[in-house]
Every structure is written in C-alpha cells, then in structure tokens.
T-cell receptor, first 116, second 109 residues
Framework: GAVVSQHPSRVICKSGTSVKIECRSL??????MFWYRQFPKQSLMLMAT?????????EQGVEKDKFLINHASLTLSTLTVTSAHPEDSSFYIC????????????FGQGTRLTVV | GQNIDQPTEMTATEGAIVQINCTYQ??????LFWYQQHAGEAPTFLSY??LDGLEEKGRFSSFLSRSKGYSYLLLKELQMKDSASYLC??????????WGAGTKLIIKP
C-alpha cells in the first residue's frame, strides 16, 4: 500500500507554545488529507478535511484559529496547534487519499502530543 | 444522523474464533472498512467490503449485508498479537469515513 509519513511521532511542548505536525504522502499525490485526534480508549475524531490548494473544512466544534491546517502541495499537509494547552494533549493522526473516488485512505504513524 | 455501533469490548481465548459485529446507519454507502489499532499506534487497514458477502483474507474474514446495515469481522486461530482495538468505518456518499468507537479485543492464553 501507499506510504504516509507523519512527523514527529512524539512531542512535548510547554503551554502557550505552538507545535507543527507534518504529514507527507511519499509515493502518491494526496488530493485530500484528513486530520484526526484520538483520546485514550476512544475512536478517531475527525478534526478537518483539507484539499490541496484550498482552505480546510473544519468539523463542528474544532477551532480553526487554534488548529491551523495547510495543504499547499499534493504531498504535504501540516497541522499547527497554536498556543497549546494541556487539554490539547492527545494523539493526532493524519490520513491521505489520492482522489475523491478512491476508497482507501492511508494513515500516518500518528503524533503523541503532550503539553506541560 | 449517522451512526456506527460495535461492542465496546470482547474477550476470547488464544486459538479460538471471535466475531466482531458492526451495524451502521449512514447517508449513502460507498463501502465498509475494518481497521486494527494497537495502543499508541495508528490504525492499519484490514478489509474493505462494498458488495454483500464474505471476503476472506488469511485468518481474517469480513462480511457485509447492505440491506441489513450490518457487517462482521471474523478472526480465526486467535493469537496474542491480535489483542487490539478493531474499528469499523463506513464511507458515506461524500466519500467521508464515519467511524465506530472501536471494539477492544482481549485475548487470553
């Protein structure tokens, strides 16, 4: 299957700082990328959907000014958690899909964010 | 609204067979996925069903009945490494994945 690389895998940051998470599709062009967060023992919660070259579509309840998503190229999307707080500590996962009609989206390895 | 239901937790014995059920109600249907997720890791793809029937892939099989809004994942010859959460997800008419809460499978020796 296709490979999606997510970096970093773990990050610890101080409260009030910003953290950037990268998601790269290594061997295909990702028209659409999805960003999820997952709390312990819970399922994936979709935060936003981004299509290359356009603004991300955020799910209800997700602050777009806090979770900045950029999808400037067909192989890279970034999620920036701005002014992070301890409650932002979570597991963040990206997935990428080649085109809308594609049935499978491929997941990155996930990023464990801890805000202290 | 859209809804995916699956049991929260199941326990099975090493070497045995376990069936994890998933029922769904979604806006349109473009296929149903099963993913395996070990703690602290991203989900990994197991199966995809878009037509009714059984798809077999090694020790894992997945069944779909679109008329009943029902699927199951069947795991045979259980191994300790199969202890994980199993996520059911349906792709709706907009090609978006709707996720179930996951079933935590505990394998006992």
């Amino acid at each position: 299957g296709a490979v999606v690389s997510q970096h970093p895998s773990r990050v610890i940051c101080k409260s009030g700082t910003s953290v950037k998470i990268e998601c790269r599709s290594l061997d295909f062009q990702a028209t659409t990328m999805f960003w999820y967060r997952q709390f312990p023992k819970q399922s994936l919660m979709l935060m936003a959907t981004s299509n290359e070259g356009s603004k991300a579509t955020y799910e209800q309840g997700v602050e777009k000014d806090k979770f900045l998503i950029n999808h400037a190229s067909l192989t890279l999307s970034t999620l920036t958690v701005t002014s992070a707080h301890p409650e932002d500590s979570s597991f963040y996962i990206c997935s990428a899909r080649g085109s809308q009609g594609d049935t499978e989206a491929f997941f990155g390895q996930g990023t464990r964010l801890t805000v202290v | 609204g859209q809804n995916i239901d699956q049991p929260t937790e199941m326990t099975a014995t090493e070497g045995a067979i376990v069936q994890i059920n998933c029922t769904y109600q979604t806006s349109g249907f473009n296929g149903l996925f099963w993913y395996q997720q070990h703690a602290g890791e991203a989900p990994t793809f197991l199966s995809y069903n878009v037509l009714d029937g059984l798809e077999e892939k090694g020790r894992f099989s997945s069944f779909l009945s679109r008329s009943k809004g029902y699927s199951y994942l069947l795991l045979k010859e259980l191994q300790m490494k199969d202890s994980a959460s199993y996520l059911c997800a349906v792709m709706d008419s907009n090609y978006q994945l709707i996720w179930g809460a996951g079933t935590k499978l505990i394998i006992k020796p």
